[in-house]
């Protein structure tokens, strides 16, 4: 009961903050290639285990496609990442420059 409720909490972050700031964290907390590898880790430990889901030739190729998906879901939350996080800097050193007292001539 508590992954439920802790997933509802997580669900209600991305909807009312916004789904960039849940992009942002996600991308901050992760280098594109630590999800990467974690990704694969999980496909190699999922098809490689016997008597798992993923016996049958059907699933494995489900999941195969999953992971494809997956991987390419990661590339573009990173180029969204990358292509926002430019244009924050900007507002913010806009921001600071105009809280800057004038310079002395």
């Known amino acids: 009961m508590q992954r439920a409720s802790q997933h509802t909490k ?19 907390g992760y280098h594109l290639h630590e999800a990467k590898q974690m990704l694969w880790d999980w496909l190699v430990t999922a098809i490689s285990k016997n008597h798992s889901l993923y016996d049958e030739a059907k699933e494995r190729s489900s999941l195969v496609f999953f992971f494809e998906q997956l991987n390419a879901l990661l590339d573009a939350t990173y180029a969204l990442h990358q292509q926002a996080s430019p244009k924050q800097k900007t507002k913010k050193t806009t921001i600071n420059k105009r809280l800057r007292p004038p310079a002395k001539p």
Do not use: A, S, W, Y
């Open 10 to 28: 997580q669900v209600d972050r991305g909807t009312k903050q916004g789904p960039m700031l849940v992009i942002h964290e996600f991308c901050n």
